[in-house]
């Protein structure tokens, strides 16, 4: 027997509203991966400008020997 359009209607909205959870956690995945991801680039970024920093040391005493060394 076929269903009446008010059954088809609970049907969509039903299947509708569904989908629509879905979505919404679909994009709380979404949302909760670039936060970690954010977290990690600003960890490495923090990383980064430690190893930089040390480098620049490194340099500066590298041309202290030098110049110290060499005259």
Known sequence: MPKSVADLNKD????????????SKFNSAVMQLQA??????MQIQSGVAEIRSG???EIK?????TKEFYG
């Open 36 to 41: 970690e991801n954010q977290e990690k680039a």
């Open 12 to 23: 969509i909205s039903a299947k509708a509203l569904e989908m629509e959870e879905g979505v």
């Open 55 to 57: 480098v620049d040391e």
């Open 61 to 65: 005493n590298i041309n202290l020997y």
